[in-house]
């Protein structure tokens, strides 16, 4: 995201402007649904929440939850004010949709703003013979945490291609790569900013076979998953991977409790706008251009505050995507 000098200013003058007046109600601390080690939400909470502590004064506490799906139940549940998760898993909330809501609609969460891109990585030891999704059919793999991306998605993601794996379980990234590289998991397959934490710090010196898609595989996915996408895993993301692989992915969204103040929605907003730089220096994905597009298409409304933000730094958000 590259934003004109002159707006940047502007921002400081709406950041210093709201700073002198934060309303009386605005709370003394508010809680952040992030997710466990290994994954990219442990780490960009954390630099967000420092961002809002800077811009706004309040104080910042980090609940390492699953992920996704689990920072949405935490903001229902009002045991936190703040999350992180994904346009698929927020538009499966909306819906009651997705298995993991147990058929209930989730309404209390509102999008801030784009935070990067997440694609989906599968990796296999290279001697398992594994190159292929067909491949991974009546295998075992490692889907991430309880309450993520890939506890909450691939069950569906892989039904809309016809593979049916024998067994999805779910464990922190760090612990199922070992599971992998022991044999007890065939496959582990995580959405997230590639390279997945996890994933890259045992791909240096490890033989590991990258699994990817076809384009029409790619596309079935996308038309059967509202907030799914064709995404490709660049060249040299992962050490020796010197072609591009096709993949899937979603974009990460930050979000907030509906009744959160506007003014503070906003304020928490610009702290991330200002922050960007920061922020995409932590999750090099995040230094790509915010894309609201998606949020949309998932029909996961903004929260007002946010809304006014984001149209301060040029993207265009029409009143029917808001709600109080």
Same mark, same amino acid.
């Given at each position: !995201? ?7 200013? #502007? ?9 002198? %007046? ?15 080690? /290994?994954?990219?939400? !442990? ?5 967000? #929440? ?8 309040? =104080? ?14 935490? +903001? *229902? @549940?009002?045991?936190?004010?703040? =999350? ?6 927020? %538009? ?45 059919? $009546? ?10 991306? =890939? ?20 464990? *922190? ?18 959405? /997230? ?23 029409? @595989?790619? @596309? ?46 906003? &304020? ?6 200002? =922050? %960007?730089?920061?922020? &995409? ?5 995040? $230094? ?5 597009? $998606? +949020?949309?298409?998932?029909? +996961? ?24």
């Amino acid at each position: !995201m590259k934003l004109a000098r002159r707006r940047i200013l #502007g921002f400081g003058v709406a950041m210093s402007a709201m700073a002198a %007046h934060a309303d009386t109600a605005w709370p003394n601390a508010l809680v952040m649904g992030t997710g466990r080690p /290994g994954g990219d939400y !442990m780490i960009y909470g954390p630099a967000w #929440g420092r961002l809002i502590q800077r811009q706004t004064g309040i =104080g910042v506490a980090y609940r390492a939850s699953g992920g996704a799906e689990a920072n949405i139940l935490l +903001i *229902d @549940e009002s045991a936190a004010q703040l =999350g992180l998760t994904t346009a698929v898993i927020a %538009h499966e909330a909306r819906l009651g949709s997705g298995a993991w809501t147990a058929g209930a609609c989730f309404s209390s969460f509102r999008a801030l703003f784009p935070m990067f891109p997440s694609i989906l990585q599968i990796v296999s030891p290279r001697d398992s013979g594994i190159t292929t999704l067909a491949a991974l059919a $009546s295998q075992s793999i490692g889907a991430g945490p309880l309450g993520g991306n =890939g506890a909450a998605i691939l069950p569906a993601l892989f039904g809309s291609v016809g593979i049916i794996p024998g067994r999805i379980v779910t464990g *922190d990234y760090n612990n199922q790569i070992d599971d992998m590289l022991a044999g007890k998991l065939a496959a582990c397959a995580f959405i /997230g900013a590639p390279p997945v934490p996890a994933i890259a710090a045992i791909a240096m010196g490890r033989k590991l076979s990258l699994v990817g898609f076809s384009p029409a @595989e790619a @596309e079935q996915v996308a038309n059967m998953l509202p907030g799914m996408t064709p995404m490709p895993l660049d060249a040299d993301v992962f050490p020796g991977q010197t072609v591009t692989v096709a993949s899937v992915g979603t974009s990460n969204i930050a979000i907030a409790r509906a009744d959160l103040p506007d003014a503070l929605a906003q &304020a928490i907003t610009l702290a991330a706008l200002r =922050g %960007h730089s920061g922020l &995409a220096s932590i999750v090099p994905a995040a $230094s790509s251009a915010p894309e609201i597009k $998606s +949020i949309i298409e998932a029909s +996961i409304p903004f929260h007002p505050g946010a809304a006014t933000a984001l149209r301060a730094a040029g993207l265009d958000v029409a009143a029917k995507n808001v709600e109080p």
